[in-house]
């Protein structure tokens, strides 16, 4: 997005980005509580947005690690002890439904771990040096993963810590279930669940968004 932009806080729809997605969990019936993974000096930032669109349901903010996995394991150090399950978001992505959010943590509940994803239906190819096409990929068998990804609490801090002891790096938190064996649902997603990550993003997930509900007056 460019330097010195925090894509978060960029207003569409009359909220910031954040709080769009903040809402869906809020709403989230089987979500009881909120935990927010922020960089330091955010806490004030994130404790207005809840003033102003007024959510109620309990949150807690924790500082963030050097990499995603520390992130997620800070978050998790937070739960609440009676949690049995977890979903983690990516808080770019503002458009998921709480269909999504209901059906993953459904679908972890019953097999250990779950994760929204999409079926690929472009033609991937194989590149080692982002120059010449080395080979073509089934894509029947691919998947392009988004989030929610939702994991019984025990589960994902068992692969957390695994990782962690092998020493690997992780961009993905599935990722880390595949390394001690655990399954993982795919969970069809309801609709477009796009991510923020460039300028050009944001038209079309502003219209995403003004057209599942009218804009917010701040």
């Known amino acids: 997005m460019g330097q010195n932009v925090d894509k978060l806080f960029l207003e569409l729809a009359g909220r910031p980005i954040l709080a769009h997605t903040w809402r869906q969990f809020e709403r989230a019936e089987a979500v009881e509580e909120i935990i927010l993974v922020i960089r330091e000096g955010l806490e004030d930032r994130v404790s207005e947005i809840a003033r102003r669109f007024g959510f109620k349901k309990r949150f807690i ?38 269909g999504l959010i209901a059906a993953t943590i459904a679908a972890a509940r019953k097999v250990g771990a779950a994760v929204a994803a999409q079926p690929v239906t472009d033609t991937i190819k194989e590149s080692r040096d982002g120059e010449l096409i080395e080979r073509t990929l089934d894509r029947s068998k691919l998947w392009a993963v988004q989030t929610p990804q939702a994991f019984r609490v025990e589960i994902i801090r068992h692969a957390l810590s695994e990782v962690n002891k092998r020493g690997l790096l992780l961009t ?47």
Do not use: M
Request: net charge negative; charged share 25%.
């Open 61 to 98: 903010t924790v500082e963030g690690g050097k990499e995603r996995q520390d992130s997620v394991w800070n978050g998790l150090t937070r739960l609440d002890p009676a949690s049995e399950v977890v979903a983690i978001q990516d808080a770019a992505r503002p458009c998921t439904s709480q």
């Open 172 to 218: 993905d938190d599935t990722a880390a279930c595949e390394l001690i064996k655990q399954p993982v649902q795919l969970v069809v997603g309801f609709g477009p669940n796009p991510k923020v990550t460039h300028p050009e993003d944001l038209h079309y997930i502003e219209t995403l968004l003004r057209a599942s509900e009218p804009a917010v007056s701040s």
